[in-house]
């Protein structure tokens, strides 16, 4: 007898295993266990700050690995989460730029292993310390590529967090006095991928028709429907947020507005005052206290701020314990990796001159490792449904019928 659900008893029976390995590690996610977006983001955060403190590309190279297969393991089906790989292509661009203008317009680093020498456009004397052209050095190149390859890293954990973490939810996780600027936010980190899925769309429809979908007629044609979707999706999205009173605020009293704008403009401040005393030697001793005094005085001014709003939450995300595993694993690599940094230097910043061939450290790279945790202990998303062809659905069907007859 087939089962219920139509499929053959053999599609059936090869998905079982494929369902049930990942359960072993972590529950199935559903609408109570979903682990909370911040959690992502901040595990990213903690990567990209990770990959900020080194030009090692072996470290960097490792920092996109785990980021790779935590999205691999844990990346739902949604639109959203096929932002992923448009992340890597512009990081893969950034690097080319940033290679490019290495060689034309020159490096700051001197270097002894000359590799071309470019023809040189003269330029006038108020543009001193500008030039185009002249000599290209392998070490000069080197070090743009290390540099190149730090920003690609940010960019890859950024797209991490793009396509782990569900817009919507976390616009409804902030705090309402941020709720206006989150909505912006929001929309503007759903366009991309958006746009990715309208041209994707857009394309596959042309190949079907026969019709070009590359070079530079079919950016043309495949140009003007993705700008109509936009279009239509932003006149949407408007009469959504007025049919709903976006931008409604309760009646509050002057003097809790005027406290809420002294203790919010008041702790920003100290949040800058104590974060310039951290980066400096000579504030060392005020830089934490103020940094504290500031936090807990905008946290209150955001706390009053979100009285002005009327709006309500249904089923808040809740900050598990499983969020506290992902987003302790992302600090930790980047506790570790800022140690590492002060202790030493020399092996997460790897010398151009004289130019050696980068080693990869033991105990950052062990630290690196802890960022993989998330692919252990966050919710599996639920698989998605493969199309069942149709030759399989009506043999399946047919032998429902002899059976019933």
């Known amino acids: ?67 790779g297969y935590v999205v691999a393991a844990r990346r739902t089906s949604a639109p959203w989460a096929r932002s992923y790989g448009a992340f890597v292509k512009l990081a893969l661009v950034v690097i080319g730029i940033r290679l490019v203008f ?31 052209g002249g000599r290209v050095t392998a070490e000069g190149v080197v070090f743009a590529l290390y540099d190149g390859v730090r920003l690609a890293g940010l960019l890859i954990c950024v797209g991490a967090a793009n396509a782990l973490a569900s817009p919507a939810r976390l616009l ?8 206006e600027a989150g909505v912006a936010v929001v929309v503007a980190m759903t366009f991309a991928p958006n746009l990715i899925s309208d041209v994707q769309r857009l394309r596959a429809a042309r190949r079907l028709r026969g019709r070009p979908d590359k070079g530079v007629r079919g950016l043309l044609q495949v140009g003007l429907p993705v700008l109509e979707g936009a279009l239509e999706r932003s006149v949407a999205l408007a009469a959504a947020m007025d049919a ?47 940094l504290g005094a500031g936090l807990a005085a905008a946290l209150g001014g955001l706390w009053l701020g979100g009285r002005r709003s009327v709006r309500t939450r249904y089923r808040p995300d809740r900050w598990g314990a499983r969020a506290w595993l992902v987003a302790g694993s992302g600090a930790a690599v980047a506790a570790l990796m800022i140690a590492a940094n002060s202790a030493a230097a020399d092996a997460l910043h790897p010398g151009v001159i004289p130019l050696i061939a980068p080693t ?4 950052p790279a ?40």
């Open 1 to 67: 007898m087939p089962p219920p659900s139509g499929r053959p008893a053999a599609a059936v029976a090869d998905a079982a295993p494929d369902r049930l390995l990942p359960r072993r590690l972590a529950p199935q996610a559903h609408r109570s266990n979903a682990l909370h977006p911040g959690a992502w983001w901040l595990w990213a955060l903690g990567l990209a700050t990770a990959a900020s403190r080194t030009t090692n590309p072996l470290l960097i190279g490792l920092l996109i690995g785990v980021a």
């Open 102 to 132: 290495a060689i034309v317009l020159g490096s700051p680093i001197p270097g002894t292993h000359l590799i071309v020498t470019l023809p040189e456009v003269p330029l006038p004397d108020w543009a001193q310390g500008v030039r185009i």
């Open 172 to 179: 409804k996780s902030l705090p309402g006095a941020l709720y």
């Open 244 to 290: 709903r009173g976006f931008g409604r605020t309760a009646a509050v009293p002057a003097r809790v507005r005027r406290t809420t704008a002294v203790l919010t403009l008041g702790g920003l401040m100290g949040v800058c005052a104590g974060a310039y005393g951290l980066l400096t030697a000579d504030g060392s001793t005020y830089g934490l206290p103020v």
């Open 360 to 363: 990869l450290p033991l105990l």
């Open 366 to 405: 062990a630290a690196v490792l802890i960022g993989l945790l998330p692919a252990f202990v966050a919710p599996v998303p639920p698989p998605a449904e493969a199309p069942v062809p149709a030759r399989a659905t009506r043999t399946a069907r047919t032998a429902a019928e002899e059976k019933a007859s």
